[in-house]
């Protein structure tokens, strides 16, 4: 069956780095655009990032741009997140997406930025 698996979320101080990593199996990995989501408790989930199928295209929410980079491993079917110049405000739970035609979720990695 289709399977997210996230990892690399941690404690980090602000203005640290991060790199997630979202690790796919069970579907086609290399067909589909992929996505990072964050949520917050006590706030919506948000649209952190996303990818096209082969990488060529990728877009960013504006509170992320310039500090966070998206990218891509068909090989390993793999999907990263960069963190860099992280803020408190970025601490959440990161989920990555897979567009497949029912939609596929990762459980998430936890990421808390904190002196």
């Known amino acids: 069956q289709v399977q997210l698996v996230e990892s690399g979320g941690g404690l980090v101080q602000p203005g640290g780095s991060l790199r997630l990593s979202c690790a796919g199996s069970g579907f086609f990995f290399s067909a589909y655009d992929m996505r990072w989501y964050r949520q917050a408790p006590g706030k919506e989930r948000e649209l952190v990032a996303g990818?096209?199928?082969?990488?060529?295209?990728?877009d960013y929410a504006d509170s992320v741009k310039g500090r966070f980079t998206i990218s891509r491993d068909n090989a390993k079917s793999t999907l990263y997140l960069q963190m860099n110049s992280l803020k408190s405000e970025d601490t959440a739970v990161y989920l990555c997406?897979?567009?497949?035609?029912?939609?596929?979720w990762g459980q998430g990695t936890q990421v808390t930025v904190s002196s």
């Open positions: 997406y897979a567009r497949i035609r029912t939609g596929a």
């Open positions: 990818i096209s199928n082969v990488g060529g295209v990728t």
